[in-house]
């Protein structure tokens, strides 16, 4: 992601920034505890975590519809819904990843 | 820069933050409050005594509460009358001059001292005090001498002059220990309209060592405030029909409660720091204010509050006034706390000791997740064998073109489905044990119940921090250790992510260091969970090899 970040960062910093900040926040301040309570396998259900996912998706459709997208994954991730094939991986641009 | 170094700049980097965060906000935070602000007037610099500081000419009413709050000054010494027994262990002095002074609770002692001290609620100087002249004057010449009916369990002080009588008695409850009932009556006193007669505070405030957690909260006309941390110090005043005042810290509290046909106005505000307060209190004076005039036609009329001085225990507070329950704060999250709580207690019958109680809570959590962590586990495992197969879909498609990516993501969804990858997974069930988690932190941090509950060993209050670090450390390492075996947890080498393995581990260090201050039974819960987790990964480890090796060997 070093790389890809800092591709990021050279055209559109703002955004960049605020992905950067949905990522780390939740993957800092919230996973390692909600992990540790959760218990052994709990987790994601798609191949992407929600924390890439958000920070990929802003990266790659824009703060609002990134959010949008990221927002809409968590809520759908809940063992009453079908997970949402639009919803599965955010394809990071190969010259770049 | 090779990644060794950058790793290192990183701990650094976290280090450095936790230093800066714990000098810049931490330390100022905590300053505030071992330091009471400065008077803003300076009309309290004046240290007359405490007779002569009500005005004596008639003001509105307003403005004598105002100047009754700046005029506070440092306690005049006066004689102990005797001290009034309320229940087995409680005891409230009375003290010359129509006022309270110490509640002793002796059932109860203070934390983090060397010795066992019995705790002291603070209701030093409760004093009742008049604008009016001569009705000060009465109430003053209360004292050994005037003792009309003396034991440790009622105290009747009457005293009279040319222009009237008064008369004081604090009877406790026969039913509830620590609750006493506190009566002025006066007679014949000839008062002007502005007159007031107050029942005074000026002390500190609770006898918390984190000042913080120290409150006010009172319910006037049937609607709740509570004021607590810097907002202490500012003066407020409240009119209107009052329920209920109580003040005090998390565990403990002086709750007042007007009994007779009068209702009185309340005012409060901070104090400048006198001589007897200790830094790290909050010095606050507030007072119950009537009207001094009698109702017409009558000449004798009295003051009655009923003054609880105890724990917030909402089972004694429920036994006296349903209505009082409210005083009892359970933090911002009070029903998962009650809940937890009542849970924790439905254990400590079978184990009698709450430490016990909170790990076979754990144990319970974990048996009743475990089902559906063993689902969850094997669909990690078949995630993980479908890795090749996705990153071969994920070539096949350029990415650039968002029709594309839409195809692509539609077979990876085809081959989620083929395989019946995850039915049930999701974070849902990892955020159904956050309430219990928040649940236990509101629980320990107010509730009475957990006060100086002891584990064993070196914790001897599962409401307090560890004094040594000790679970803390251990629970930092064995976060570390899950998320090293924790393949869900850690969710690295995804194309375009970084490894956040270095990051990881400090925020677990930071987590560890956040943890220092949490008391130290949730710190005993988050320990045993996960270790249980590390338990449960194993062995999961273990029989999916051997189920691998079995088919193999097929």
Known sequence: ?97 | MNSSKKNIFIILGIIAFIALYQYFVLAPYQAKFRQAPNPTTTASSAPTPSTTTEVATPKAVGAVAQESIVAANAPVSRDLVVSVQAGADRSIEVIEGAALGRAQLNDYFVRGASERTPVVLNTDRLEWSSSNASIQQCLNSLNKSSVFEGSPNQVLMKSSSASGACEFSVSPDPKHPSLVNVRLTLDGFASAPTDIVELRSQGKLGSDQQADQNYISYKFDDSIQTIHGADLFSKTEVRGRMSWLTWGDRYFSVIFRPTGSYTPDMNYGSLPTVAGIEDSEVPVSFALRYSAQPEPGKTRFDYSTDVYFGTRDPTVLNAIDPELVQTVDLGFFASVARLMLWSLKALNTFFHNFGVSIIALTLIVRALFWPLNKKAYSSTIAMKELQPEMERIRKKYDSTDRTQAEKMNKEVFALYKTKKVNPLGGCLPMLAQLPIFIGLYGALNHSIDLYQAPFFGWIQDLSMRDPFYILPVMWTLSLIGYMQINPQAMNTGQPGMPNMKWIMMGMNVLFGYLSKDWPSGLVLYLLVSNCVGLLQQFFLQRSSKKLQLLKEGA
């Open chain 1, 1 to 97: 992601m070093e790389t890809h970040f800092r591709e990021a960062f050279k055209k559109t910093p703002l955004r960049a920034l605020a992905a950067f900040a949905a990522f780390s926040f939740y993957k800092m301040m919230i996973a390692p505890l909600l992990h540790s309570l959760g218990g052994v396998g709990m987790g994601c259900r798609y191949p992407q975590s929600c924390s890439e996912y958000a920070s990929l998706s802003i990266l790659e459709y824009g703060v609002l519809s990134g959010s949008v997208r990221a927002l809409n994954r968590v809520c759908s991730c809940n063992p009453w819904t079908a997970p949402k094939p639009h919803l599965m991986v955010v394809q990071v641009k190969e010259s770049i990843s």
